[in-house]
């Protein structure tokens, strides 16, 4: 039974380039969820997809945005990058939205550092 | 305003012997959920162990057990019978609004335990 899987693992980029980051749920999953962890801090919520729609946002600019595709797996692209962005990237997935009290499933993180 | 508040300084813990990770939460929602996360140096976020705002139990999971004072606002992490792979940072989350399908989770900045032999 595979869980949350992200890709790439590392990542290195410039200012003002864009980036493109991909996960795929736990099996039986529909929901996706993404956090960004700054060095030293807790996990800040992005934005969560269900059914292929944004359903949630946290205070993140409009340079963060996302996708989810049919098979629920998503993606989370960020443009005009700055120095600050550089964090480690958590998706997490959860079995729709009225089950509340299951707990997410996070993978590995994509670790994105800023030059 | 900080929704989750953890502020104990790195700890060190002699194994086989238990800990206590302090968590207090800020929240006007009478229906919300608390989570415990494991995230070991490589990154993953593991998790716990959950307690919602309506349960009338302490929550257990295994070595794991919530001491939930809902007057306080707080909900401690137990570990017991430390063992070396416990050496992580552990977050106590939050997710308000269980009845309306939130799903967003908020963080504390996390507890620093180092296992010792």
Known sequence: DAGVTQSPTHLIKTRGQQVTLRCSPKSGHDTVSWYQQALGQGPQFIFQYYEEEERQRGNFPDRFSGHQFPNYSSELNVNALLLGDSALYLCASSQGREYSNQPQHFGDGTRLSIL | AQK???????????EKEAVTLDCTY??????????????PSSG???FLIYQGSYDQQNATEGRYSLNFQKARKSANLVISASQLGDSAMYFCAMREGLMKGNNRLAFGKG???VVIP
């Open chain 2, 44 to 46: 993953e976020m593991i």
């Open chain 2, 4 to 14: 989750i508040t953890q502020t104990q300084p790195g700890m060190f813990v002699q």
């Open chain 2, 26 to 39: 800020d929240t006007s929602d009478p229906s919300y959920g608390l989570f415990w996360y494991k995230q």
């Open chain 2, 111 to 113: 507890n620093q335990v």
